[in-house]
C-alpha cells in the first residue's frame, strides 16, 4: 500500500503559476505509475495528466497540454504539477494518484489504486 499527500494548492490570479506536489510513503514507489485528476464542483473527476514509472513518458489532458507539467523524483518518493498560465477553468480539488498495474502513464481514473485526500486550487479572474 502506498500513501499520497498533495500539496502546493491556493489561490492564483488568472495567468499565474502554481507546482502541487505529491509525497508518497509505504512502498517502493518507481513501482506506480502516477497520475493527477481534478475534480471541480458538480463535476466528475477528469484526468490532467500521468507519468510512468521512470519518469520517461507523460501524457496529458488536451485542456492542460502545453500549459501542465508533470515530473517526478524516485529518490524522493515525490511528484509534482507545474501549472503554468492558468485559467478560471483549472480551478479544481487537484488529486494525486498510484497505479500499481500500469507502468504506462494512464489516463483512465479505474487504472489508480490509491488516491491522495486532495488541494484545492483556485484561479481567480
Known amino acids: 500500500q502506498v500513501q499520497l499527500v498533495e500539496s502546493g494548492g491556493g489561490l492564483v490570479q488568472a495567468g499565474g503559476s502554481l507546482r502541487l506536489s505529491c509525497a508518497a510513503s509505504?512502498?517502493?514507489?518507481?513501482?506506480?505509475?502516477m497520475g493527477w485528476f481534478r475534480q471541480a464542483p458538480g463535476k466528475e473527476r477528469e484526468f490532467v495528466g500521468a507519468?510512468?514509472?521512470?519518469?520517461?513518458?507523460?501524457y496529458y489532458a488536451d485542456s492542460v497540454k502545453g500549459r501542465f507539467t508533470i515530473s517526478r523524483d524516485n529518490a524522493l518518493n515525490m511528484v509534482y504539477l507545474q501549472m503554468n498560465s492558468l485559467k478560471t477553468e483549472d480551478t479544481a480539488v487537484y488529486y494525486c494518484?498510484?497505479?500499481?498495474?500500469?507502468?504506462?502513464?494512464?489516463?483512465?481514473?479505474?487504472?489508480?489504486?490509491?488516491w491522495g485526500q486532495g488541494t484545492q486550487v483556485t484561479v481567480a479572474s
Open positions: 509505504g512502498r517502493t514507489f518507481s513501482n506506480y505509475a
Open positions: 507519468i510512468n514509472r521512470s519518469g520517461g513518458s507523460t
Open positions: 494518484a498510484a497505479s500499481q498495474r500500469r507502468t504506462y502513464a494512464s489516463a483512465n481514473r479505474n487504472d489508480y489504486d490509491y
